[in-house]
C-alpha cells in the first residue's frame, strides 16, 4: 500500500471540507477469502496507521460500518485517536468474520484483539 498517497487523500479530506479529522479503510486482498485489514487517519496534526490484521473473511458486508462505529464510540468515550482507530480496525476485523450485516461483538472482544499481537489469524 502506498501509505503517503492516503496520507495526501486523507488531508486534502480535512483542509477542503473543514473536518476534525478523516480515516481511510485500507485492504489488501490475498485470495478470496482471505485479506490483510488496517486503517489511516489524518486528525490535522498527525497521520496515523493502525496494526494490520490478517483477516479470513466470512462476510464482508457491514465491515466498513463497523469501523466507523468502532472509531465513533473509541472517541466518544475519550480515546486518543490513536486508540481510537485501533478499537475501529479490531471491531471491523472481528465483525468480517462473521454472517449478516452487523458486529455481533463485545468491547472486551475488540479490547482483547487489540491487547493482542496482530499477526496472527482472525477466527472465530
Known amino acids: 500500500l502506498d501509505l503517503a498517497a492516503y ?3 486523507a488531508r486534502q479530506l480535512v483542509d477542503r471540507f473543514g473536518l ?4 481511510i479503510t485500507l485492504r489488501q486482498s ?3 477469502s482471505v485479506n490483510t485489514w488496517s486503517a ?12 494490520s490484521y490478517r483477516v479470513e473473511l466470512v462476510d464482508r458486508v457491514g465491515g466498513g460500518d ?22 475501529g480496525v479490531a471491531a471491523s476485523c472481528l465483525k ?3 454472517m449478516g450485516d452487523f458486529a455481533l ?8 484483539l487489540m491487547g493482542g ?4 489469524r482472525i477466527k472465530r
Do not use: N, P, Y
Not at 66 to 87: D, K, P, Q, T, Y
Open 105 to 112: 461483538v463485545s468491547i472486551a472482544e475488540v479490547e482483547a
Open 96 to 98: 468480517q468474520t462473521m
Open 30 to 32: 490475498h485470495s478470496a
Open 66 to 87: 463497523a469501523f466507523a462505529a468502532g472509531l465513533i464510540r473509541g472517541l466518544l468515550v475519550g480515546m486518543s485517536h490513536s486508540e481510537a482507530l485501533e478499537f
Open 20 to 23: 476534525e479529522l478523516a480515516a
Open 7 to 9: 496520507e495526501d487523500v
Open 40 to 51: 489511516c487517519m489524518w486528525d490535522g496534526t498527525q497521520f496515523l496507521h493502525s496494526k
Open 117 to 120: 499481537s496482530g499477526a496472527g
